[in-house]
């Protein structure tokens, strides 16, 4: 991700870092190119226009314009305005005792995916997750996590064939989780190829009844401003605690991860970049700005 932002913007930073001196001309020109770049990557709107006018702002301060390196400068203020959209610092999970993360998205985000690599990661970490099928819609997603927990080496509880119950199927869970030796219960849901009544509904439930520290939701990258909207849309119906965004190895072009934080108020917690287990961690703002400038 953001290769696409790295090479359309590459010639204007170059320009940029070129110029001795700088004038009002030459800052506009840049923010110009900046703005359709971030348009043609997706970026919301009034995200991007926001953006720009921050950018602005700080870059026609005399400090920076009578600096010896103003181009150097300006590009130092987009990389750090960059990384404050992307959420600024890493976020972190609460995972104080219970701890209880529920895993929400659309079909094909990679909940499930996503679900057995937290808990890959939680375990590297010290702690001791089980994971919980909650998907009564897709038997084959079932399965699938049963197949990663056992990878991994994590407890996983499968609900009985032909269950319809969510709540039950949580309330068995928690019961059987007093019987292993965990620390963290990560519950993998259901999805829907759009967000419907009964999906908010079932979710809904799960929540009220899970009560988790953690309602994360999983987004595909390669969505765009659609991950941006179904995002608010499930946190407006449940509450989402952050976000994690998959995906990210793919040719997404970086609009979803830089509207998302600003649009929802939510940060993205984790980037997922490859269908390997491993290939999973927190999102760094910091880094990823650091991409753009190629
Ligand atoms: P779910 O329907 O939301 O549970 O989605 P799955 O976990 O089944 O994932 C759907 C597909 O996306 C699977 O083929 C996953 O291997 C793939 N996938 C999940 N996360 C990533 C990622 O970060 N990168 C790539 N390239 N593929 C991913």
Redesign the pocket.
């Given at each position: 991700m953001f290769s696409f932002l790295a090479d359309k913007l590459d010639n204007t930073f170059r320009k940029l870092r070129g110029l001795g001196k700088i004038s009002e001309k030459n800052i506009s020109d840049a923010l110009k190119d900046i703005r359709v770049a971030l348009l043609e990557a997706d970026v919301e709107f009034s995200v991007a226009r926001e953006f720009i006018a921050h950018v602005k702002e700080q870059a026609m301060g005399t400090e920076v314009l009578k600096s010896i390196k103003p181009g150097e400068q300006i590009v130092k203020i987009f990389r750090d305005e960059i990384a404050e959209l992307l959420g600024g610092d890493v976020a972190t999970l609460d995972l104080t005792d219970p701890a209880r993360i529920l895993v929400v998205?659309?079909?094909?985000?990679?909940?499930?995916?996503?679900?057995?690599?937290l808990a890959l990661r939680l375990k590297k970490e010290g702690r001791r997750p089980l994971l919980v099928a909650c998907?009564l819609i897709?038997p084959a997603?079932i399965d699938?996590l049963a197949t990663l927990a056992k990878q991994i080496d994590v407890p996983v509880f499968t609900p009985a064939p032909g269950e319809k119950d969510v709540v039950r199927v949580a309330r068995e869970a928690l019961q059987w989780a007093k019987t292993q030796d965990g620390t963290v219960i990560i519950f993998?849901t259901a999805?829907r190829q759009e967000v419907d009544e009964e999906l908010i509904g079932e979710l809904k439930r799960l929540n009220d009844y899970i009560d988790p520290r953690e309602t994360l939701l999983?987004v595909?990258?390669a969505t765009g401003q659609q991950a941006v909207q179904v995002a608010c849309t499930f946190n407006n119906a449940v509450g989402i605690t952050g976000i994690v965004m998959?995906?990210?190895?793919?040719d997404a072009r970086g609009g979803a991860a830089l509207s998302m934080r600003s649009v929802t108020g939510k940060p993205i917690k984790f980037?997922?970049?490859?269908?390997k287990l491993d290939?999973?961690g927190p999102f760094v703002p910091d880094r990823l700005a650091d991409r753009i400038l190629g």
């Open positions: 998205g659309l079909n094909g985000a990679g909940k499930t995916t996503t679900s057995a690599k998907d897709r997603a699938q993998d999805g999983v595909d990258a998959t995906k990210l190895d793919g980037a997922g970049e490859g269908e290939q999973f």
